[in-house]
């Protein structure tokens, strides 16, 4: 089992649905995270969460709504999406405090938009 | 403003030496990252140096230099399982807000 995982890991939604990621950390991590990867570009921080508190917000549209219900456990809500939306969203944890403080990545959930 | 710059693209030949660059303009950056990403997969943890120098570990090594806002990973004895993305990535405090280059895809031929 990996240390963070998402699901789903494909999912293709209407531009009128409500749909959720969610990504689940196994490795006592007390920061969690949500990227997104659209091809050829940077990484994109989302969301940041530490000790189950948000921290940061990139400015992200309001379509896109964070929820971390404990330290372990973080989710996507996302409703009336834009095909431009379409990307692989990536859920990271980190344990602030550590030397390093690297992320731990999951496999990602790719998210088409129709 | 935070900007990371490395090339789009590089092609090396297995068992030859590559070095992949970094350049960043950023302000609060205490340490550099590199993470390295296959194809469909998530990315994974290479190296971290908060200090100048020369990070070696194994094939792998790490330079920075924070006065001149430069970064390089140096890949040796290149493998085929080598081919993937290579994303460097500059944060604030540890891993907190980390921020990543594009990436540089690396591809590896006989």
């Known amino acids: 089992e990996t240390g963070v995982t998402q699901t789903p890991r494909h999912l293709v939604m209407g531009m009128t649905n409500k749909k959720s990621l969610k990504c689940e950390q196994h490795l006592g991590h007390n920061a969690m995270y949500w990227y997104k990867q659209s091809a050829k570009k940077p990484l994109e921080l989302m969301f940041v969460y530490s000790l189950e508190e948000r921290v940061e917000n990139n400015s992200v549209p309001s379509r896109f709504s964070p929820e971390c219900p404990n330290s372990s456990h973080l989710f996507l809500h996302l409703h009336t999406l834009q095909p431009e939306d379409s990307a692989l969203y990536l859920c990271?944890?980190?344990?602030?405090?550590?030397?390093?403080?690297?992320?731990?990545f999951g496999e990602g959930s790719r998210l088409t938009v129709l | 403003g935070q900007n990371i710059d490395q090339p789009t693209e590089m092609t090396a030949t297995e068992g030859a030496i590559v070095q992949i660059n970094c350049t960043y303009q950023t302000s609060g950056f205490n340490g550099l990252f590199w993470y390295q990403q296959h194809a469909g997969e998530a990315p994974t943890f290479l190296s971290y140096?908060?200090?100048?120098g020369l990070e070696e570990k194994g094939r792998f090594s790490s330079f920075l230099s924070r006065s001149k806002g430069y970064s390089y990973l140096l890949l040796k004895e290149l493998q085929m399982k080598d081919s993937a993305s290579y994303l460097c990535a500059g944060a604030n405090t540890g891993g907190f807000k980390t921020i990543f280059g594009a990436g540089t895809r690396l591809f590896v031929k006989a």
């Open positions: 140096n908060v200090l100048d």
């Open positions: 990271a944890s980190s344990q602030e405090g550590s030397y390093t403080g690297e992320l731990f």
